[in-house]
Nanobody, 125 residues
Framework: QVQLVESGGGLVQAGDSLRLSCAAS????????MGWVRQAPGKEREFVAA????????YYANSVKGRFTISRDNSKNTVYLQMNSLKSEDTAVYYC??????????????????WGQGTQVTVSS
């Protein structure tokens, strides 16, 4: 199994920046790709960004492209999500998740095998 622990959430104002971290442990060698997913109150989970461990190839949702940057530190088994120019609509619980195969698109939330507990991001306008 892969254990995932997110950190870095908080309350910020619109226009501010925030960086989330996701530390992976356990059978991390089985993880092919890491993703960030968010869920706003009353809404379904939404793909935000993903990164492939080996090559660093990244994927972004259109809603965050140009504002958010996903990165990874393989030596620390940690993935980051740098969020700039935050908007009130970015308010959500942010989860990191691990995908064990490239068979499925990064946006296929049902194909992520392991999930963290989530961290709350609240952006006040």
């Amino acid at each position: 199994q892969v254990q995932l622990v997110e950190s870095g959430g908080g309350l910020v104002q619109a226009g501010d920046s925030l960086r989330l971290s996701c530390a992976a442990s356990g059978r991390t060698f089985s993880s092919y790709r890491m993703g960030w997913v968010r869920q706003a109150p009353g809404k379904e989970r939404e793909f935000v960004a993903a990164i492939r461990w080996s090559t660093g190839t990244t994927y972004y949702a259109n809603s965050v492209k140009g504002r958010f940057t996903i990165s990874r530190d393989n030596s620390k088994n940690t993935v980051y999500l740098q969020m700039n120019s935050l908007k009130s609509e970015d308010t959500a619980v942010y989860y990191c998740a691990s995908q064990s195969t490239d068979r499925w698109a990064a946006t296929r939330l049902d194909k992520y095998d392991y999930w963290g507990q989530g961290t709350q991001v609240t952006v006040s306008s």
